[in-house]
């Protein structure tokens, strides 16, 4: 069993930028694909990025494209999303999950093991 913690969110203006981190206990992250999701009041919980077992793969959100990247490090046990160019839409609670394959899915109910997220809020 893994336990997340997320860490890093924040109130940042339109355009500026922050690194979320999300750090693991118990077992080490290095058994899991990873993923980010976010959710906003009143709407559901979406795939944002996610990065497989051995960080080689990686996969984004349309809406994050070109402006997120997710990586990790399985020697710490942590995984990362460093968010730039950030929008008013990108606010959110951020949720990092962990995911007992090798591939990250992009789909909330394939993921075991999930962080209480951190909120990141973008001002216009």
């Known amino acids: 069993q893994v336990q997340l913690v997320e860490s890093g969110g924040g109130l940042v203006q339109a355009g500026g930028s922050l690194r979320l981190s999300c750090a693991a206990s118990?077992?080490?992250?290095?058994?899991?694909?990873m993923g980010w999701f976010r959710q906003a009041p009143g709407k559901e919980r979406e795939f944002v990025a996610g990065?497989?077992?051995?960080?080689?793969?990686?996969s984004y959100a349309d809406s994050v494209k070109g402006r997120f990247t997710i990586a990790r490090d399985n020697a710490k046990s942590t995984m990362y999303l460093q968010m730039n160019s950030l929008k008013p839409e990108d606010t959110a609670l951020y949720y990092c999950?962990?995911?007992?394959?090798?591939?990250?899915?992009?789909?909330?109910?394939?993921?075991?093991?999930w962080g209480q997220g951190t909120q990141v809020t973008v001002s216009s």
């Open positions: 999950a962990a995911d007992n394959t090798i591939i990250a899915h992009t789909t909330p109910g394939n993921y075991d093991y």
């Open positions: 118990g077992r080490t992250i290095s058994f899991y694909a």
């Open positions: 990065i497989s077992r051995s960080g080689g793969t990686t």
